[in-house]
């Protein structure tokens, strides 16, 4: 049952890589659109490139000088949690004595600086002269206005794609604008607020107003977890950030938030990679902003007390526990959906349920996408007239250019903004049949050949390379993410047992020329288990695991795909 285009891809180039990396982790790193490993800081991209930085820095210089008060206003994702406390530590660090911080609430307030988070602004007792936006604002148009109107400065600092009017304010700084030269298009929004403190450490230098003892290095740990966490492409610049971030976290120098995160998610700090900060760490943290509301994991990233950490880390854990359960449900009524409505023959997948959580729409959203390998839309209602919609895309097709063509064209969609893999909307319920419609008909000219998934691989690995040392030496690595996939190699091996465990676990042997390998394949469906069959050759697709148990360090495969030897084509890009 080969339902997937293999591909393997050839090396980017041919320049030699660091010796020192062991030789399966050169193949691979030969393999990613990145092959820079010496991580050195002085290669990070400088500020100075980014638009409208003087102007940011000069106002922020002027509010220091006259101790204005700051609001930060953020986001209620992990990007925009880390990016406020990156913010609110940032400035303090650099001598603003009154800096406060607001975060939406998704079920309140909405995205971004609405008029509703202005009003709140304002009747704050810091009476705050400015507004300090991170990871969103570039779409604020409306918000921008009314604070403007109430005398209130707007910093704008961003990495949204902006829309075709800006918001009326003189401060703003996002890579993504038309006019900007920053050569990383893949900063996220904690990144961009970084590289406005870096900007606004060096000029204080240079005024001799700071000492060049106040360090950026410690903010690292922050601005690593929201670049993870946000899925941007792991570019030199980003990958230069996490290396430093990581490596700081295994030597345990990172903040009690994160240290009490890792803590009830399990991590070994020592051990960390971003494959942990993705899925073990930064959903504890989402889960504030899905379930409650993310002041609560701004505290806890910006608490200095252990005591205190823990005790808001374990409430995020409990956020994350009913967000699964929520997830679970959800999820089935999706299925259900798509079975009984016959959705499968849609190119773009578009669900709505009265019942459904407004703050766990994007993770549903994302698992019909890659169960179908089609965009996805998924709305909840907002109140008694709209509905609000989360979307995901797949490669080839930009969700937001999507969306903006349907809005042109339309009058359907009362508000948009996001990514090409990833945005949020907003439309009337009436008007959810003629949305469907309206979108489905703009991807009918989009290839066939998009709509067919693809598993990459790394290609086969020699007896002796399916080791514990290779599996440590990617572990170890630890960058691995958007755009820099954690390796897939597949290998052609005998069945030589097979158990299922829990009803939707698959156990096997595995034997490949004379060794056997366990291997652990999750959430295996009926069909591949009973296509698997004893003493036949297959082509399994898999990465290498370790597993610890009282000391005890064994290898594992998990296994992410598989097909019969004979029937495997592969594409060679």
């Not at 991209?45 to 006259?66: C, K, Q």
């Amino acid at each position: 049952m080969l339902d997937r285009t293999v591909v393997r891809p050839s090396p980017v180039n041919d320049k030699p890589l660091n010796s020192d990396l062991h030789p399966v982790l050169r193949r691979i790193i030969a393999l990613r659109p990145c092959q820079y490993t010496d991580y050195v800081l002085n290669d990070l991209l400088r500020p100075d490139t980014l638009h409208g930085l003087s102007g940011v820095v000069a106002r922020l210089m002027r509010a220091r000088d006259e101790q204005s008060s700051i609001c930060v206003i953020g986001d209620y994702d992990c990007d925009g949690a880390t990016a406020t406390a990156v913010a609110v530590r940032g400035l303090k660090l650099m001598g603003f004595h009154q800096v406060d911080y607001l975060i939406p609430n998704r079920f309140e307030s909405g995205y971004g600086l609405s008029v509703s988070i202005v009003q709140q602004a304002l009747a704050l007792s810091s009476k705050p002269t400015i507004l300090l936006t991170v990871d969103n604002g570039i779409s604020s148009v409306d918000g921008v206005a009314y604070a403007k109107k109430h005398a209130l400065d707007v910093i704008v600092t961003d990495h949204h794609l902006p829309g075709k009017h800006l918001p009326d304010t003189p401060y703003i700084v996002n890579p993504q604008l038309e006019n900007d030269k920053f050569q990383s298009k893949a900063i996220c929004g904690v990144g961009v607020i970084f590289y406005v403190l870096l900007a606004l450490r060096r000029t204080l230098i240079q005024a001799k107003l700071l000492t060049e003892n106040i360090q950026m290095i410690p903010l690292l740990d922050l601005v690593t977890l929201g670049t993870v966490a946000d899925c941007v492409p792991l570019d030199q610049n980003n990958r230069i950030l996490i290396h430093h971030g990581l490596s700081r976290m295994r030597r345990d120098l990172v903040s009690p938030g994160i240290r009490a995160l890792c803590r009830v998610g399990k991590v070994v700090l020592s051990q960390m990679s971003s494959v942990d900060l993705a899925f073990r760490v930064a959903p504890k943290l989402n889960a504030a902003g899905r379930m409650d509301d993310m002041s609560i994991g701004v505290r806890c990233l910006l608490s200095d007390d252990d005591t205190e950490a823990t005790r808001l880390a374990e409430q995020l854990a409990g956020f994350n526990a009913e967000r699964t359960r929520v997830q679970d449900t959800m999820l089935q009524q999706a299925l259900q959906q798509v079975d009984a409505k016959s959705l499968r023959v849609q190119q773009v997948i578009i669900l709505y349920h009265k019942d459904w959580h407004q703050g766990v729409i994007g993770i549903l959203a994302s698992k019909i996408k890659e169960r179908f390998h089609k965009p996805c839309i998924i709305f909840a209602d907002d109140n008694d007239v709209d509905i609000k919609g989360s979307a995901r895309s797949i490669s080839g097709i930009h969700m937001r250019d999507l969306l903006d063509h349907v809005a042109s064209s339309t009058s359907l969609i009362d508000k948009f903004g996001g990514h090409s893999m990833a945005a949020g909307l907003s439309i009337k319920r009436d008007n959810l049949s003629l949305f469907t419609n309206a979108i489905n008909t703009c991807v009918t000219t989009v290839p066939a050949s998009f709509f067919v998934p693809t598993i990459t691989t790394d290609g086969p690995l020699a007896a002796h390379e399916i080791s514990i040392d290779t599996a440590d030496a990617i572990q170890s690595y630890g960058i691995w993410g958007h755009s820099y996939p954690e390796p897939i190699f597949d290998n052609v091996m005998i069945v030589l047992q097979k158990r299922v465990l829990k009803d939707k676990h698959l156990k096997l042997i595995l034997k490949y020329q004379s060794v056997t390998y366990e291997a652990m394949w999750f959430f295996c469906s009926d069909q591949i288990m009973s296509m698997l069959q004893l003493n036949v050759r297959y082509r399994f697709f898999y990465k290498l695991s370790i597993n610890s148990y009282l000391g005890e360090r064994k290898l594992n495969m998990l296994v992410e795909y598989a097909v019969v030897a004979t029937e495997c084509e592969v594409v060679e890009v």
